[in-house]
């Protein structure tokens, strides 16, 4: 892949921008009320101290209000004004006594009061009007209708008749569902269990990547039971103020237990459960360890409970969880729903189908075996993106072209085609492109089989070079990671071969490459050298001696540097492929695998295009 450096798309996340906006709000609504003030003092027109005993002198002076050394005063003939008297007061109080003016002292600057009251009112309730209406930060809500956000908790409840997911809205993940139908039939007949003693689960921990359907379940779950769903995201819980995520577990589980039975489902329990010993930052850490011992007594508070409630928690990172959380009577009940294999991708498909409008040419199975990788989520987008497709160019139906188009799309980001690239740029390009290429078609046994090359620019892409396995992969031999380090080095080399000058265009394939050689060494003892040793800890620390550490990185440098040297070697024995194919690029911009075997007299390798026919 090829990156174009200059495009740069910051991602505006929610609360950060909800605080610029209101840091804004407060400071305009400040400048307004204070040059109001000072318009207002303007209009009133201030006097000197000497022109103002004159005028009191004069008996003038109706009367005046005294803030301190500040001085309001009226005129007879009703003019009002405004000045500033020294801090001896005495003096001047006799001078307006023997005038006869009317004086009230005020202990406060009543004048300087009212903005301030005003905007202390107008900051609460923007504050109040944020707490309430900002955006969940767990995002797996849905179902709409009937919610309820509990005041204190910030949970959500959704009551039975509101919860329209069964098992049934749920495709594949059999298994998943079958450990889930104790947990349904547990809630439905809480004495059949009890009769003998049994202890039963209360806590269940869904492990998978996002969008797998881990909050789909747990709902589903509810659906079945026909019982309350509470439903919460673990970084709900903590605030900056220690204590609090603490009394919202509380409250939460108080709520949960009155409305027994029910489940609670804590989304991304890890931002809660997070083991405790771990150096933590700052403040967040003793506020994160209450919530953590608050959630677990509440667990161990659930036996005494007539009615049961389940809690349900989803985690993508069950290797960082606190111990304590996973014993017995906790979440002993782990459940794992994975990304889904080529007959749950079709399930899943067509179940989704269903709300839109297929022409006949979709074929559910072929765009399974088209989207390995893809979760039960990037599905369902899937099929709403081609939805929009066809809706954007008014057709009736949805084909199986636009499903291609939201693939490559999903995958690659939008094609943009009116950047304005140089000849040079896009010549560049297109040999970059084919150096990917030509090395994956020259190692057809340990690569995944090309889908198409293009140098349309798509997202900050400026041409990509796409390839979609053919099987799920559950392992990667070594032989498999060197020529994906050869084929995402493939790019320069080509360039090098072609213009012998480097471009900054290969940095996200170097990147690539380091990280699986980094792997290779570090994770899967592919290097004689260091061994079979695992160097690298789950989350990302490394522990190693000094030394080690130089090893490493000679090693990484060393079959980086191997990889790159073959690479050549097989670019350049097929100079005239790789010439051929980026003069075939250049002029058509993209290429299907098919177009490319047929030209380079490359024996094919299956197809994993929707559509017959580009
Ligand atoms: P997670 O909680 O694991 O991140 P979600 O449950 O929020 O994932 O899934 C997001 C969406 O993806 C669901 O609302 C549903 O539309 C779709 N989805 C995911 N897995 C499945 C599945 N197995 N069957 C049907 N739809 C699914
Ligand atoms: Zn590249």
């Known amino acids: 892949m090829k990156k174009n450096k200059n495009k740069f798309s910051p991602s505006p996340a929610g609360s950060p921008w909800t605080v610029v906006v209101l840091a804004a709000v407060f400071v305009s609504v400040l400048l307004m009320v204070t040059t109001r003030f000072a318009d207002n003092v303007r209009e009133r027109g201030e006097v000197t101290y000497s022109k103002y005993l004159d005028l009191v002198e004069q008996g003038q002076v109706k009367g005046v209000t005294i803030i301190g050394s500040f001085v309001k005063g009226v005129t007879k003939d009703d003019k009002h004004f405004e000045v500033t008297v020294p801090d001896e007061q005495a003096e001047h109080l006799q001078i307006l006594r023997k005038n006869a003016a009317e004086v009230e002292i005020s202990s406060t600057s009543s004048l300087g009061f009212w903005p301030f009251l005003l905007i202390a009112l107008l900051m609460s309730m923007l504050m109040v009007a944020w707490y309430i209406f900002r955006p969940s930060r767990g995002g797996s809500s849905g179902g709409g209708g009937n919610v309820f956000t509990m005041g204190k908790s910030r949970a959500k409840m959704f009551l039975p008749s509101t919860i329209k997911d069964t098992f049934n809205s749920v495709a594949g993940a059999d298994e998943a569902k079958e450990e889930l139908q104790d947990v349904v039939d547990f809630l439905k007949n809480p004495e059949k269990y009890k009769r003998l003693g049994a202890k039963i689960t209360r806590g269940v921990l869904l492990i998978g990547e996002p969008g797998n359907g881990k909050t789909l379940l747990a709902r589903a779950v509810a659906g079945e039971a026909n019982c309350l769903f509470f439903s919460i995201s673990g970084s709900d819980f903590i605030e900056v103020f220690v204590g609090v995520g603490a009394s919202r577990v509380r409250d939460l589980f108080a709520q949960a237990r009155k409305a027994a039975p029910s489940i609670i489902f804590i989304d991304e329990i890890d931002a809660v459960g997070r083991h405790r010993s771990g150096g933590g930052f700052g403040g967040g850490h003793d506020e994160r360890e209450q919530t953590l011992n608050q959630l677990l007594t509440e667990m161990d508070g659930f036996e005494t409970a007539k009615d049961p409630v389940i809690v349900i928690a989803a985690t993508n990172r069950p290797d960082v969880l606190d111990k304590a959380l996973l014993r017995p009577g906790r979440f002993d009940r782990r459940v794992e729903v994975p990304y889904p294999d080529l007959a749950s991708r079709e399930r899943i498909l067509i179940l989704h189908g269903k709300t839109v409008q ?15 990788g893809f979760s039960g989520a990037d599905l369902a987008n899937l099929i709403n993106e081609a939805a929009i497709i066809a ?33 040079h740029d896009r010549k560049t390009t297109a040999y970059h492109e084919s150096g990917h290429a030509l090395i994956r078609l020259l190692l057809p046994h340990c690569t995944d089989p090309l889908h198409k090359v293009t140098i349309v620019p798509r997202g900050r892409a400026l041409g990509v070079t796409h390839s979609i396995p053919e099987r799920e992969k559950y392992t990667t031999t070594k032989e498999e990671m060197i020529a994906s380090v050869m084929a995402a080095l493939g790019g320069r080399i080509a360039e090098e071969i072609q213009f012998s000058e480097l471009s900054t265009g290969a940095y996200s394939d170097f990147q690539k490459a380091t990280d699986v050689v980094r792997d290779m060494v570090c994770r899967y003892g592919m290097s004689e050298k260091l061994g079979p040793i695992v160097y690298a800890q789950s989350q990302g620390d490394f522990v190693y001696s000094q030394k080690t550490a130089e090893l490493i990185d000679e090693e990484v440098k060393n079959i980086t540097q191997d990889c790159y040297n073959k690479a050549r070697i097989l670019l350049n024995d097929n100079r005239d492929k790789l010439t051929m194919l980026s003069e075939a690029l250049l002029e058509k911009e993209t290429m299907y695998a098919a177009e490319i075997y047929e030209l380079l007299g490359i024996e094919a390798r299956a197809d994993l295009r929707f559509t017959e026919e580009a």
């Open 391 to 423: 809706s954007k160019s008014n057709q009736d139906k949805i084909t199986i072209k636009d499903f291609e188009e939201a693939r490559d799309k999903i995958l690659l980001g939008k094609e943009i085609k009116t950047i304005a690239l140089t000849e």
């Open 358 to 372: 297929l022409d006949n040419s979709v074929d559910m199975r072929k765009i399974a075996r088209g989207t390995p």
